[in-house]
């Protein structure tokens, strides 16, 4: 209990009984009204929690439902069947690994130039900053709409949506680690006479390349939901918003509950998946042990 795992186990288990808790409290008003129709006056209290933990439609679905229904949606169906969860997640991954490649190096080259140009830095970084005030919920319909007014429909569209999530703090995070190196480093590289690429790329980038790694990790969790809310308004047929919008025409709560879960669980291995880059490239760098 003293390290890491002990803490995280017991976080988990008082969400899950603090879930169990919310579902019977929740679900216990359609429970007594179906046993008033039944004429069934006298039910025992476990009878009641366990019809309570079991109705087809719940207000808000146990854990227990949630977890076979996922293991019903991906072990149980076939990869390529448009019922298999797996196949949704990998229409959504498609479009936040291309939204998030195209918002990284965006990020990356508009950080570049912030450094460099007073002009772009006084005239740019405050529209970079003003861009993230804008609700994702109204700009998403206007990009669809837009790009396929102009023939660009698919996975592009989906993909701007991530970009315009995950560029920002891949741009202020490089912002910050390019200009981090100590003035007496940079008064060392001009006594040696080095010029602005040299001191990009033998100071400034080693030392933002922890921070560029840290900006990943919010940056593609921030392009998985640009990713998810640009499926919304398109009224997709595929992916995990797909599932989501799904679930909520048709009162599926369990499937709707079970699409979020798998956003959260591909998005905690590709934060993950970054995180083991960041560690092997530090580690290279000597940067880390």
Known sequence: MSGTVGPVIVVVLSIISLW??????????????MYERANRTEVPVTL?????????????????QVIIEIWETTVEKKITSKRSLI????????????????????GI??????????????????????SQTIPILAIAPMIIVVLNAIGISGLLPKAMISTYLSFFPVTVGMVKGLRSPEVIHMDLMHTYSASRIQTFWKLRLP??????????KIGMAASL?????????????????????????????????SALL??????????????ILEGVTLKRMGMAR
């Open 20 to 33: 169990y808790i919310a579902a019977v409290i929740l679900n216990a008003p359609f429970q007594q009204e």
């Open 48 to 64: 009641f929690i366990t019809d309570t933990l079991a109705q087809e439609r719940p207000v808000l679905p146990a854990p227990h």
């Open 87 to 106: 196949y949704h997640t990998g229409i959504t991954l498609s479009s936040t690994l291309l939204g998030f490649l195209i918002g990284t190096t965006l």
């Open 109 to 130: 080259l508009l950080a570049i130039g912030i450094v460099h140009s007073r002009v772009l830095d006084k005239s740019l970084m405050p529209w970079v900053i003003s």
């Open 207 to 216: 030392y933002a390349v922890p921070y560029l790694f840290t900006s990943m």
């Open 225 to 257: 939901v640009g990713a998810i809310v640009g499926e919304l308004p398109t009224g997709a047929v595929a992916g995990l918003g797909a599932r989501l919008l799904a679930g909520s025409y048709y009162g599926q709560t369990v499937q709707i509950w």
């Open 262 to 275: 798998m956003a959260a669980f591909l998005a905690g291995a590709l934060v993950a998946l970054i995180g």
